[in-house]
T-cell receptor
Framework: KQEVTQIPAALSVPEGENLVLNCSFT??????LQWFRQDPGKGLTSLLL?????REQTSGRLNASLDKSSGRSTLYIAASQPGDSATYLC??????????FGEGTQLTVNP | SAVISQKPSRDICQRGTSLTIQCQVD?????MFWYRQQPGQSLTLIAT?????????ESGFVIDKFPISRPNLTFSTLTVSNMSPEDSSIYLC?????????????FGPGTRLTVT
């Protein structure tokens, strides 16, 4: 059974700082790894998806990497802004297109 | 990317009653999913709903409690039956978009349910 863990659970940084969010998974047979953003009381916004054959994906100030052998993914946010404050969730895709979610990292970027 | 809407956006219900949540997608999709997010927790998959077949439920979820309909390729409903306060959660539907090279999942805005 796939288990996904995210570290840290919460992170508070000053504006402008570069930061890394970590995600680990137990089953290396994932077929993709997806990062989402969730604002309080809202649904999920897809940020980046990395297929199992890929090592990383980039979108603007976001870069996500995937290392299947070690069971890890990271989300790098460059030059953080207060608008980046949200909960970030990673999810591993397995058989039947099921997504297993981590508990999330609650990010606060202070002006 | 697929655009998903849900109704209602939120509701407050009394225990013992049932609520049906609707999920509408702007394009035809094969696979739709229903998730639950309990307060302060992450998302848990309830079931997978494919058009033309019975929904597939995850361990811990049963059809009598969470009946699902999937009448066509753009619509699905989830009913939360005989509700108790423990059912207070955000319920989200998602779809798998296979139009591109990746099988990315997109989520609706969620339905916030409070059971009193």
């Amino acid at each position: 059974k796939q288990e996904v863990t995210q570290i840290p659970a919460a992170l508070s940084v000053p504006e402008g700082e570069n930061l890394v969010l970590n995600c680990s998974f137990t089953d290396s047979a994932i077929y993709n790894l997806q990062w989402f953003r969730q604002d309080p009381g809202k649904g999920l916004t897809s940020l980046l998806l990395i297929q199992s054959s890929q090592r990383e994906q980039t979108s603007g100030r976001l870069n996500a990497s995937l290392d299947k052998s070690s069971g890890r993914s990271t989300l790098y946010i460059a030059a953080s802004q207060p608008g980046d404050s949200a909960t970030y969730l990673c999810a591993g895709g397995t058989s039947g297109s099921r997504l297993t979610f981590g508990e999330g990292t609650q990010l606060t970027v202070n002006p | 990317s697929a655009v998903i809407s849900q109704k209602p956006s939120r509701d407050i219900c009394q225990r013992g009653t049932s609520l049906t949540i609707q999920c509408q997608v702007d394009s035809q999709v094969t696979m739709m999913f229903w998730y639950r997010q309990q307060p302060g927790q992450s998302l848990t998959l309830i079931a997978t709903a494919n058009q033309g077949s019975e929904a597939t439920y995850e361990s811990g979820f049963v059809i009598d409690k969470f009946p699902i309909s999937r009448p066509n390729l753009t619509f699905s409903t989830l009913t939360v039956s005989n509700m108790s306060p423990e059912d207070s959660s955000i319920y989200l539907c998602s779809v798998e978009d296979v139009r591109g090279p990746t099988y990315e999942q997109y989520f609706g805005p969620g339905t916030r349910l409070t059971v009193t």
